[in-house]
């Protein structure tokens, strides 16, 4: 017979995976290996956690910059500084949204390099330089479409079995899934599947420390999503109530600077829930489904 756990209990089984790590220096060179340096811009917040890791990594040709992250002219200078000797040959965005993308441009200029990203923008307002595609290979690293926290996202691996993680996957945090046609619920499990297949050795997130455990983090990022939506559906309204009033419903002392971020990822999972005949909508008005 199980025993339900302790709350204490409960609560070190359902964030096991999670790792942390000090505030680290802020447009400082941090080595991660021999050929990885990671820069963390000062944009710390809730939706940032300690700041926007920007990564370095060296390939035969010289470095490439991956998410730039802030356009404040002390973190491009450290970027440009990080790389040393070595020409920056490329600029990388795991995605668009502009605690990684606004400092892509002003690097970009500065240094003369374009900067790459996946071909088909979900910001209006930018189009890559070199348009990438799931498979393709750049700067010694192999692009991994991965949608879900964004339209136009994606991981990059190296040949040694590490991956950079953009927000999809973070140590310190569960990513915010926004409703389509931003973000997907279905989506993000599916790249999460492909992920893990990768069987990588280290994943280094836009966010956060490195993560050792991929396994782990992988699959309790997969088992939270799992669970919220089991939590939905069990505390959805037989009757038809607005987003705002299910929200009510189910965040008890939600802090305010967070409620957007709540609203979002609720309507993602009802999306799915929708799609799997489980929640009804009618307009902006969902419920659960009558069998």
Request: charged share 20%; glycine share 8%.
């Amino acid at each position: 017979m199980s025993v339900p756990l302790a709350e204490p209990a409960a609560k070190a089984a359902r964030n096991g995976w999670k790792v942390s790590e000090p505030p680290p220096p802020h447009d400082v060179p941090l080595p991660q290996s021999d050929t990885i340096r990671r820069v963390v811009a000062n944009n710390p917040g809730p939706m940032t956690g300690n700041g926007t890791n920007s990564w370095l990594v060296e390939h035969p040709g010289g470095c490439v910059v991956i998410d730039p992250g802030s356009n404040d002219p002390a973190h491009l200078d450290a970027l440009a500084a990080a790389a040393g000797s070595q020409p920056v040959t490329h600029i990388i965005l795991t995605h668009t949204h502009h605690d990684h993308l606004d400092g892509a441009r002003p690097l970009g200029a500065r240094l003369g390099v374009p900067v790459c990203g996946f071909h088909a923008s979900a910001e209006p307002e930018f189009t890559p330089d070199i348009g990438l595609r799931d498979g393709d290979r750049i700067a010694g690293l192999r692009v991994l479409y991965t949608p879900g926290h964004a339209s136009d996202h994606i991981c990059l691996e190296t040949p040694d079995g590490i991956i950079l993680t953009g927000d999809h996957v973070m140590g310190w945090s569960t990513t915010m899934i926004p409703p389509a046609p931003y973000g997907s619920v279905r989506q993000f499990l599916h790249s999460m599947a492909l992920l893990r297949e990768r069987h990588a050795r280290l994943l280094l997130p836009a966010h956060g420390p490195a993560i050792t455990r991929v396994e782990e983090c992988i699959d309790g990022l997969v088992a939270h999503r799992q669970a919220r939506e089991e939590s939905i559906l069990a505390l959805m309204p037989a009757s038809p109530r607005t987003l705002d009033e299910i929200v009510d419903g189910m965040y008890h002392n939600l802090r305010p600077g967070l409620r957007r971020a709540a609203l979002l990822n609720l309507q993602a999972h009802l999306e799915k829930l929708v799609e799997d005949a489980k929640v009804t909508r009618q307009g902006d008005l969902w419920m659960k489904t009558i069998p």
